[in-house]
């Protein structure tokens, strides 16, 4: 299984920004997908789940700001996030999993990760 996340950038407050996540080597239809972050010295904590059937989830952090969808003809999720704010800058990760349930939001539970994409945001 192999994720890629793009899409991250610097941006300043109030901005918006999507970013994507391709995943191949699973079937992607039958997969729960989750974007985590990650900034200096915190640890990487779980923002966003999609299940198979796009029930969805969020973190308080980010719920009503970021939106995650999916499209599984393509393999991809998506983190549109917006009104975007200094506290959102991190490194940001998906991880595929079997679905959205107990502990989504938990690194732990999650066994393949791509690279991230960084995400600043400025004052």
């Known amino acids: 299984v192999q994720v890629a996340e793009s899409g991250g950038g610097v941006v300043q407050a109030w901005w918006s920004l999507r970013l994507s996540c391709t995943a191949s080597?699973?079937?992607?239809?039958?997969?729960?997908m989750a974007w985590f972050r990650q900034s200096p010295g915190e640890e990487r904590e779980g923002i966003s789940c999609?299940?198979?059937?796009?029930?969805?989830y969020y973190f308080l952090s980010v719920k009503g700001r970021f939106t995650i969808s999916s499209d599984n003809e393509k393999n991809t999720i998506y983190l549109q996030m917006s009104s975007l704010k200094p506290e959102d800058t991190a490194m940001y990760y998906c991880?595929?999993?079997?679905?959205?349930?107990?502990?989504?939001?938990?690194?732990?539970?999650?066994?393949?990760w791509g690279q991230g994409t960084q995400v600043s945001v400025s004052s």
């Open positions: 991880a595929p999993r079997r679905a959205c349930s107990g502990s989504w939001f938990a690194p732990g539970d999650y066994d393949n």
């Open positions: 080597g699973l079937t992607f239809a039958a997969s729960a």
């Open positions: 999609i299940n198979k059937d796009n029930v969805t």
